[in-house]
């Protein structure tokens, strides 16, 4: 199964028009619909409050002011979601809005809380529909734009593939503005200073994001182990063509495997805890690919909040892996030797079955 991280941007959805394009956007869902029927996972990273909201009030005159533009965004966010719920309706998915900000994923407690949101969304077969939270969001708690948003959200589902569709085929040689020879750079290993120099001036008149914001994007996300392809979201069929792997668009590389920069990522983190297992969940644990459950854990050291890093020892001392924690210490030392289903009854809620769950743990 693949999971896939889908970014539309405004210049997509508006057909480079002023208003939201319904047909476009009708027959992008129509692509995510089929996809989903395959199996595979899908998250929407939408931009498009902005210019929604500014058809619905019939292009006002608002000039440059923050609060003016969160007011539009306030107002086409929830237009825009009910676009997206009409037309996703027609191939009966049912979609969720999710609106983030920086320190939603930089702040390790909201990092998890979105984390589990979006991944029980994707159990559900909901496609979540994410945006910035723009009528909030200040300069200073801001992603500030939706390419970069799309590659922090895709590290953050562990998705397997980017996709960025745009209103340029990918990244160019040149500016096509300026040169409608420029051709397309149809692979991308290393991106380089150099990358960064032929899309400086490429950019869209609608969304915030240009080239440059894409290719950093890419970047994130190969760094976290993703590959991103970069496309023009009016090509016939572009994702299924895509996932397909036919040649189309720029693709960027992984710059190593999802495993290996998770992990990295993970011991990165200094331990504020630990939590020593018995022999079973050392034995289970080695063997890879598993959470810590409650039952396997035989004392609790430290304090710790929901989230902290911890070691995780065997009986005899030896550290085994390190690992984000589900509960706090105090939660911990409830839990610990009870089976799983016993958790939302001592505690009187459940962050879920694992103590660490295996997507959030490293071996060492
Ligand atoms: N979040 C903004 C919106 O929905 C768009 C940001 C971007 O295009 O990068 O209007």
């Known amino acids: 199964m693949r999971r896939i991280v889908l970014k539309l941007g405004s210049s997509v959805l508006t057909a480079g028009s002023e208003k939201l394009n319904r047909q476009r956007m009708l027959?992008?869902?129509?692509?995510?619909?089929?996809?989903?029927?395959?199996?595979?996972?899908?998250?929407?990273?939408?931009?498009?409050?902005?210019?929604?909201?500014?058809?619905?009030?019939?292009?006002?005159d608002l000039g440059k002011s923050l609060p003016a533009k969160q007011m539009l965004c306030a107002v086409g966010q929830s237009h825009l979601m009910r676009v997206y719920e009409d037309l996703f309706d027609i191939f009966g998915i049912i979609v969720a809005q999710i609106l983030l900000t920086r320190d939603d994923l930089s702040n390790r407690l909201r990092y998890l809380n979105a984390r589990?949101?979006?991944?029980?969304?994707i159990e559900r077969k909901i496609v979540p529909i994410v945006n910035e939270n723009d009528s909030i969001a200040t300069e200073e708690i801001r992603?500030?734009?939706?390419?970069?948003?799309?590659?922090?959200?895709?590290?953050?589902?562990?998705?397997?593939?980017?996709?960025?569709?745009?209103?340029?085929?990918?990244?160019?040689?040149?500016?096509?503005?300026?040169?409608?020879?420029?051709?397309?750079i149809e692979d991308i290993e290393t991106i380089s200073e150099e990358h960064y120099a032929l899309a400086g001036g490429a950019g869209s008149a609608i969304g915030t994001g240009g080239m440059v914001t894409k290719l950093q994007a890419a970047q994130i996300a190969s760094r976290s182990g993703i590959r991103t392809i970069i496309a023009s979201g009016s090509e016939d069929d572009v994702i299924r063509r895509i996932l397909a792997g036919e040649k189309i668009g720029t693709h960027i590389e992984a710059a190593h495997s999802r495993s290996d920069s998770r992990k990295r990522w993970l011991l990165t983190e200094r331990a504020q805890g630990a939590l020593v297992v018995d022999?079973?969940?050392?034995?289970?644990?080695?063997?890879?690919?598993?959470?810590?459950?409650?039952?396997?854990?035989?004392?609790?050291?430290?304090?710790?909040?929901?989230?902290?890093?911890?070691?995780?020892?065997?009986?005899?001392?030896?550290e085994i892996a390190q690992g984000l924690s589900n509960y706090s210490s105090a939660d911990?030392?409830?839990?610990?030797?009870?089976?799983?289903h016993e958790i939302a009854e001592k505690l009187g809620y459940s962050y879920g079955?694992?103590?660490?769950?295996?997507?959030?743990l490293a071996l060492l």
């Open 116 to 121: 589990d949101t979006l991944g029980t969304l």
């Open 353 to 360: 079955d694992a103590a660490l769950h295996r997507n959030n």
């Open 143 to 184: 992603v500030g734009d939706n390419d970069t948003l799309s590659a922090l959200v895709a590290s953050l589902v562990d998705a397997d593939v980017l996709i960025i569709l745009t209103d340029q085929p990918g990244i160019l040689t040149e500016d096509p503005r300026r040169n409608p020879a420029a051709a397309l």
């Open 332 to 340: 911990l030392r409830q839990i610990r030797g009870m089976k799983s």
């Open 27 to 60: 027959e992008l869902v129509r692509q995510v619909a089929a996809l989903h029927a395959r199996g595979c996972e899908v998250v929407v990273v939408s931009s498009g409050a902005q210019s929604a909201g500014r058809e619905q009030l019939n292009f006002p």
């Open 279 to 318: 022999a079973g969940a050392e034995r289970v644990l080695l063997r890879g690919g598993a959470s810590l459950l409650p039952v396997g854990i035989r004392e609790v050291r430290g304090d710790f909040e929901r989230g902290a890093a911890l070691l995780v020892l065997a009986a005899g001392g030896k």
